[in-house]
């Protein structure tokens, strides 16, 4: 099938009225999935909050009900892809809270199976600290953008299974002390 390049499109558009546009658009958002949440982000405040939460939801049931999930070396990967759905939020602090929300959510999770997955499933660990990298780079390129969620953070900074915990969480204050001097408050 070939297809129409986006110039067409417009000509072909052009020859709508106001009502048939609409009527092809409703159409467009009752079938197709896709149309429906781009729409939605466009037109809905608060659209990227539910999802949000809807996100954080869908990372509880990953492990919600699984008595063996710590056999489970998927885990951390699947919680990434969902991660990656909030990536393409406008409101990156809501990305971020995804983020935090999946380290924090996992954190027990690593510190108990993390030498096991070290030595059977390297990938999944690395896929995890990823993570954690992108929240350590955004609080020093971005400190102020946190600063609405730093309980949040905290508690992530808390949980994480680090070795140089100490050092991470004194680099946080002092980024986070740096920030609300910057913001004046």
């Not at 958002?29 to 999802?51: C, I, P, S």
């Not at 990372?59 to 885990?75: D, M, P, Q």
């Amino acid at each position: 099938m070939k297809k129409m390049k986006v110039g067409e499109l417009r000509t072909e558009l052009k020859q709508f009225d106001q009502n048939e546009l609409i009527e092809l658009i409703v159409g467009l958002y009752k079938q197709h999935a896709d149309v429906k949440v781009t729409l939605n982000r466009y037109f809905m405040e608060g659209f990227e909050g539910e999802e949000m939460v809807r996100l954080c939801k869908k990372i509880v049931k990953l492990t919600e009900g699984k008595a063996s999930y710590f056999a489970n070396f998927n885990l951390l990967r699947e919680g990434a892809a969902i991660v990656k759905e909030a990536e393409r939020f406008k409101d990156k602090l809501l990305t971020e809270r995804v983020r935090i929300f999946y380290l924090t959510h996992f954190a027990g999770y690593v510190a108990n199976v993390g030498q096991m997955l070290e030595r059977q499933a390297p990938r999944e660990l690395e896929v995890f600290f990823n993570h954690f990298e992108k929240v350590m780079e955004l609080i020093q390129q971005d400190p102020g953008l946190l600063l609405p969620i730093e309980d949040e953070v905290g508690d992530m900074l808390e949980e994480l299974p680090l070795e140089q915990k100490e050092d991470i969480i004194a680099f946080w204050e002092h980024q986070n002390e740096w920030a609300r001097q910057q913001l004046g408050i």
